[in-house]
């Protein structure tokens, strides 16, 4: 039983140098309670999963039982695979994006996280409507 089952998104658009990141959160029996989704520019694909993945936790209570779903690798992997412990006692030498990296680091004690890689574009309704804002936050004009 989880607090919150959550999904999160990111996106890039290279031909108008702009990402977009988005979370679908809901409750133990996803249903949909919350939506957030940000355009950035002059970003990356990576940085926008690594986005979603820290405003998902910046969005729910802390001390939450929630069970994060992404079909990104890039994020899982160093969590699941304890790369993410070694790059701290390195101090992220030679990572990209040690600083949305650190921040993981911050937020993750604070939660009791299970992790759900889920293939992208496939048949989960939930991770699609993730994509799908992601993907519109991508493409909305910013003013930034």
Same mark, same amino acid.
């Given at each position: ?31 949909? /309670? +919350?939506?957030? %989704? $940000?355009?950035? !520019? *002059? ?44 790059? /701290? +006692?390195?101090? %992220? $030498?030679?990572? !990209? *994006? ?47």
């Amino acid at each position: 039983m989880y607090d919150y089952i959550i999904y999160t998104d990111g996106s890039y658009k290279s031909s108008r140098k702009q990402g977009g990141y988005s979370v679908v959160i809901c409750n133990n029996n996803e249903e949909v /309670i +919350k939506t957030i %989704f $940000k355009g950035v !520019k *002059n970003t990356t694909n990576n940085r926008m999963e690594l986005s979603g993945f820290i405003s998902a936790l910046e969005n729910i209570p802390k001390g939450s039982k929630v069970k994060i779903i992404s079909d990104s690798e890039y994020v899982l992997n160093p969590l699941t695979k304890g790369w993410l412990d070694k790059w /701290i +006692k390195e101090d %992220f $030498k030679d990572k !990209k *994006n040690p600083d949305l990296w650190k921040k993981v680091a911050e937020l993750l004690p604070n939660y009791n996280i299970e992790l759900e890689w889920v293939k992208g574009h496939e048949d989960s309704k939930l991770n699609n409507l993730a994509d799908m804002l992601a993907q519109h936050a991508g493409e909305v004009d910013l003013d930034n």
